[in-house]
């Protein structure tokens, strides 16, 4: 099975900062990579897909890069509705599996 | 607008079962695979099980197999997850999502405890 590892699995930032959000895979995956945002008592919502493509409707500030096992995600300037949770997704085989979560706060 | 709603969630005590419903609307449902993926209170995601368009395959986590059959309906647009077996592990926020391996819309979730 694929672990996924993300880090940190918390960060204080503030308005207008540039966040970058790591995972990596115990395995190569690919760029099998996915990155969801979920807010508290809501459902996630797919930010990116295949490690680098932005969904529709997600503002451009948000980016995914990376390869093989390592990954990232980018926020090139946080605004106030982006402080959230954070998950990674490994989409690559099967048991699909998820990294433990980056909650961004406000400092 | 692509909708999802969950429904069927609930107390129930150990050993138990229960049967979740998802209705699908807004997108083409046979052409389509989806998944259940559910989160423990205060825990990360967790993939739980996917089918096929069709219904012909399906696929669960370790942690579910043989106590999670996971089925759907075309003509009636409608997928069930029925839960055998239940233990305190499985108690979690269920969401039924889009997509075989990549999910670009969920429902709100229906919330699944199980406690005596």
């Known amino acids: 099975d694929i672990q996924m590892t993300q880090s940190p699995s918390s960060l204080s930032a503030s308005v207008g900062d540039r966040v970058t959000i790591t995972c990596r895979a115990s395995?190569?995956?690919?760029?099998?990579l996915n990155w969801y945002q979920q807010k508290p008592g809501k459902a996630p919502k797919l930010l990116i897909y295949?490690?680098?493509s932005l969904q529709r409707g997600v503002p451009s500030r948000f980016s995914g890069s990376g390869s093989g096992t390592d990954y990232t995600l980018t926020i090139s300037s946080l605004q106030p509705e982006d402080f959230a949770t954070y998950y990674c997704?490994?989409?690559?085989?099967?048991?699909?599996?998820f990294g433990g979560g980056t909650t961004v706060e406000i400092k | 607008e692509e909708q999802l709603l969950e429904s069927g969630g609930g107390l129930v005590q150990p050993g138990g079962s229960l049967r979740l419903s998802c209705a699908a609307s807004?997108?083409?449902?046979?052409?389509?695979?989806m998944t259940w993926v559910r989160q423990a209170p205060g825990k990360g995601l967790e993939w739980v099980s996917s089918?096929?368009?069709?219904?012909?395959?399906?696929y669960y986590a370790d942690s579910v197999t043989g106590r999670f059959t996971f089925s759907r309906d075309n003509s009636k647009n409608t997928l069930s997850l029925q839960m055998n077996n239940l233990t305190a592990d499985d108690t979690a926020m269920y969401y039924c999502?889009?997509?075989?391996?990549?999910?670009?819309?969920w429902g709100q979730g229906t919330l699944v405890t199980v406690s005596s």
């Open positions: 999502t889009k997509g075989a391996k990549t999910w670009d819309s």
């Open positions: 807004g997108f083409t449902f046979r052409t389509s695979a």
């Open positions: 089918i096929t368009g069709s219904g012909g395959s399906t």
């Open positions: 395995q190569t995956i690919n760029t099998f």
């Open positions: 295949a490690a680098s």
């Open positions: 997704q490994q989409s690559y085989t099967n048991p699909l599996s």
